[in-house]
């Protein structure tokens, strides 16, 4: 299909929605792009474009930052798109823009839905120990990730996986899902098909509570959580009052029965072993405060690791 045949306009923010734009571009005609108002980020307030702004500058490609889309859309309306395509936006589309294209608004979104509708699929989909998980293309309706699935394409999750991994698949799928579906969409050979709502699952954003590991709970759990968070927005714990980033970690098969949950039990070469509900977690990549994020070997390198032993994370 030639790139004038269409006028799509996309609707996104983060870096996941960046190569769904990209696989766009080179495919048709994208006349505007909608993303979510720049920030100001540091102490020194410095603006910050969101990564969908940058690759739109980048193609001169016009870009429109309602802040309340609700109210703010008749910018959009005046491109006259044939197709939306949102992935990550970040606001609530009205009814006025969903039912205005010919071909609808469809949503790229980062799961198998009906589970884990929301806006940390990725995330949750690790810490919650979900096998599988995919990408899902669907109508765009009022209600949050509620319309009738169009395509659906699942991926493993590995052992290994951490958040970052994980997005980048299937940021990469959902390019590549979109771009075949779109055509069929064109020609009329969808045939969508309604979520049950019985298996509605849902992935709120993350909160602040959300990060912080609690070694009260299986070695598990936790290790889910570790890789679930990183790199972003990463887990904490606290140690001597000073708040400890931990970015990777590995189940052990040791268990000290006389320890407290959190307490650092044991230093082996790659990790800093603390003690959980029903075994041992090893820590293995961390950020102390004020310093860089680093392999726990190389940190031993330069500290006594026997210096921890007995300490206990998140202790009060």
């Known amino acids: 299909m030639k790139k004038q045949e269409i006028r799509i306009v996309f609707m996104g923010t983060p870096e996941f929605s960046v190569p769904v734009l990209e696989g766009l571009i080179e495919s048709y005609q994208v006349v505007g792009?909608?993303?979510?108002?720049?920030?100001e980020v540091g102490r020194k307030k410095e603006i910050r474009f969101s990564p969908v702004k940058e690759t739109a500058i980048k193609n001169q490609i016009p870009v429109f930052q309602p802040q309340n889309i609700k109210k703010e859309y008749e910018e959009i309306l005046n491109l006259k798109p044939d197709l939306i395509v949102t992935c990550?936006?970040?606001?609530?589309?009205?009814?006025?823009?969903?039912?205005f294209p010919k071909y609808r608004c469809i949503n790229v979104h980062a799961s198998l839905l009906p589970k884990l509708r929301g806006g940390a699929p990725i995330h949750k989909a690790i810490i919650n120990n979900y096998l599988r998980t995919g990408i899902t293309i669907m109508y765009m309706v009022e209600k949050m990730d509620a319309g009738d699935i169009i395509a659906q394409r699942e991926t493993i999750i590995e052992k290994e996986d951490n958040v970052g991994t994980?997005?980048?698949?299937?940021?990469l799928m959902g390019k590549e899902l979109l771009l075949e579906t779109i055509p069929d969409l064109i020609k009329g050979k969808i045939k969508p098909i309604p979520q049950n709502e019985e298996e509605v699952t849902y992935a709120w954003n993350i909160t602040r509570e959300e990060e912080k590991i609690d070694f009260t709970k299986p070695t598990l759990d936790i290790y889910n959580q570790i890789r679930g968070l990183s790199p972003f927005p990463g887990s904490y714990?606290?140690?001597?009052g000073k708040i400890v980033k931990i970015y990777a970690s590995r189940i052990s098969s040791s268990f000290f029965t006389t320890r407290k949950d959190g307490e650092i039990g044991k230093i082996y070469e790659d990790g800093i072993g603390v003690s959980t509900k029903d075994g041992e977690i090893i820590i293995t990549e961390l950020q102390f405060e004020g310093k860089k994020r680093m392999k726990v070997k190389d940190f031993l390198h330069g500290y006594d690791g026997e210096k921890l032993i007995g300490k206990v994370l998140n202790e009060e």
């Open 33 to 39: 792009v909608v993303t979510q108002p720049d920030k």
């Open 88 to 99: 990550a936006y970040g606001q609530i589309i009205p009814k006025v823009l969903l039912d």
């Open 166 to 171: 994980l997005h980048d698949r299937l940021s």
């Open 237 to 240: 714990a606290i140690l001597d």
